[in-house]
């Protein structure tokens, strides 16, 4: 079935494009109009992940380090005193990785155009040239390991290639590490920091949600050694390890600012996919109603009779309909619609195969979040489930029918965030926040409530001279085209964020950067 989604973000194009290099609001020779006040930016180090990195559009990319937080925030240091600020650059603008030549993470995305002529994020054309085995010398103050979670930053061996194997290093850490069995906070103290930044967490449940909740949540269970990648951290795992990680770095450093975890909820890669995309209007979608409606009405019957009637499966012909989805947190009821369906005449393969496909499944409600990669599968064919049941003998015309994602085969775990798993997601996010700030105040460090600024970004926009930033996928100008990570544009706000905090808390007057000096989405397959 031809895919009848669509996002139209043409008028991205009609955005104003600012220079992918960056211009300050004031010069380094102001330096006489400003003060440190009570702090020493003389040697700055910023620890985190990805978003600490300059991560942007699905890959680590040298224009996107350039353009990260910690680089803004250095540049406007200097005019108080700050240091030099070096950052393990990749080679090329690109983005991806190499591994003994061969490729582990793809180039990152522009706006390129489909074959209907709609703009859409693709990945730019090229090969990666950033080879991890080539490790770097010499010690950087961009301490952001995209990937890392809170416990891999004290994790030994992290930077050693042959524990990429088994998923105990990460390739972004291998590149630029001291030595084989460094970890990324040793590193960072080595460099006896006056200054530094601590933004670490978001991995720890992210990878979770952006998972579509696949993995575990481990509260309880305080051996991160046995998580797997897209489980949750345990809250007390999180608070041990972040308090050793504070106290490390407060070794040699008199201040710094600790950042907090946003809500995944505020980011467009949950809420730019609609629960209900499918419009009747649609010539690929609309003819079908009436028939899906009466094959779905024989279910929605044994529904009925297992006392689920909300679990009914209904397309309206005149409104948006929601997808059908597969929630593991339902009764799995496959058994009983298989004896249901055949006490009343269904044949057993037929009644057994929709027992297993429907034995949780409900459509989606407003509660649910479709994560942003789902847009691409939507009333797609799932080819492997169409070969699943020719496999079973199932004619081919019946086996396509039930093999349509979001309509007739209800979406997996992986596409939808549910309700339920989204209450897991906040729980957690709301623990390490309570470490993260409580923290803060205790040893009078700066404080920034990023899941603050995420949700005012999602709720109205943040404006600056001249303009407004919103969450908006492809068009707000805060999010790169993952869905996840900040454009520079996004990247000054936060670094804005972070000056008025350290001003606040150390009584510096450090300057702010114009905002609208920062580029926001690539224009139409742009590669500088």
């Known amino acids: 079935m031809k895919n009848y989604f669509k996002y139209t973000i043409a008028s991205v194009i009609a955005v104003g494009m600012f220079s992918c290099e960056p211009e300050f609001e004031n010069s380094v020779e102001d330096q006489g109009f400003y003060s440190n006040g009570d702090a020493d930016f003389s040697t700055y180090v910023s620890v985190g992940n990805s978003l600490t990195a300059g991560y ?16 803004i925030v250095a540049h406007q240091l200097k005019h108080v005193g700050g240091g030099d600020f070096t950052q393990p650059l990749m080679n090329d603008n690109l983005g991806g990785l190499l591994f003994d030549g061969q490729v582990i993470a793809t180039t990152r995305l522009v706006l390129g155009v489909d074959a209907e002529g709609n703009p859409t994020p693709k990945n730019i054309a090229g090969a990666p040239s950033t080879e991890i085995t080539q490790t770097l010398t010499g010690t950087y103050n961009n301490m952001g390991v995209p990937g890392a979670k809170s416990f891999h930053l004290l994790l030994e061996g992290y930077g050693n290639a042959a ?41 720890d449940v992210l990878s979770y949600a952006t998972s579509g909740g696949a993995g575990t949540d481990q509260t309880g269970n305080l051996d991160p050694s046995t998580y797997g990648a897209n489980d949750i951290t345990d ?3 999180f608070a041990s390890v972040y ?4 106290d490390a770095l407060m070794q040699s450093a008199t201040s710094g600012v600790l950042i907090n975890i946003p809500n995944v909820a505020y ?3 949950f809420t730019t996919v609609p629960y209900a995309p499918l419009d009747p209007s649609n010539p690929s979608f609309g003819p079908m109603i009436p028939q899906l409606n009466e094959t779905y009405g024989m279910l929605n019957n044994v529904f009925a009779y297992l006392n689920v009637p909300e679990r009914s499966i209904v397309f309206s012909e005149t409104a948006a309909n929601p997808v059908v989805i597969k929630d593991e947190d339902l009764t799995d009821l496959s058994t009983e619609i298989t004896q249901v369906l055949m006490a009343n005449g269904l044949n057993q393969t037929v009644a057994t195969l929709m027992g297993m496909q429907y034995g949780q499944a409900r459509q989606a409600t407003p ?5 942003l990669t789902s847009r691409g599968v939507i009333g797609e064919l799932n080819q492997e489930h169409l070969e699943a049941l020719l496999a079973m003998n199932v004619p081919q015309e019946i086996a396509a029918q039930l093999s349509v994602n979001g309509i007739t085969y209800p979406l997996t775990d992986q596409w939808v965030l549910t309700n339920t798993e989204q209450a897991i997601v906040n729980q957690a996010t709301a623990a390490y926040n309570a470490v993260i700030e409580g923290l803060a105040t205790a040893k009078n460090l700066a404080f920034v409530d990023a899941n603050a600024m995420m949700e005012q970004l999602a709720n109205g926009g943040i404006t600056y001279d001249g303009g407004m930033v919103t969450s908006a996928f492809a068009t707000g100008g805060a999010f790169s085209l993952d869905g996840i990570h900040l454009t520079p544009r996004g990247n000054a ?35 500088e």
């Open 56 to 71: 942007a559009d699905n890959a680590l990319y040298k224009q996107g380090q350039e353009n990260s937080f910690p680089n």
């Open 163 to 203: 524990n990429l194997a088994i998923g105990k290093a990460n390739p972004y850490f291998v590149r630029f590490r001291s030595s084989e069995n460094a970890t990324v906070i040793g590193d960072a103290v080595k460099q006896n920091p006056s200054f530094f930044s601590l933004w670490i967490g978001n991995n």
């Open 235 to 237: 809250p007390n795992v």
């Open 243 to 246: 308090s050793q990680e504070v």
């Open 267 to 269: 980011t467009p890669y």
């Open 367 to 371: 509660e649910d979040l479709l994560v």
């Open 493 to 527: 706000i936060m670094a804005n964020y972070i000056i008025r905090a350290l001003n606040e808390t150390y009584n510096a007057t450090v300057p702010v950067v114009n905002v609208g000096n920062y580029s926001g989405t690539p224009a139409l397959g742009a590669t």
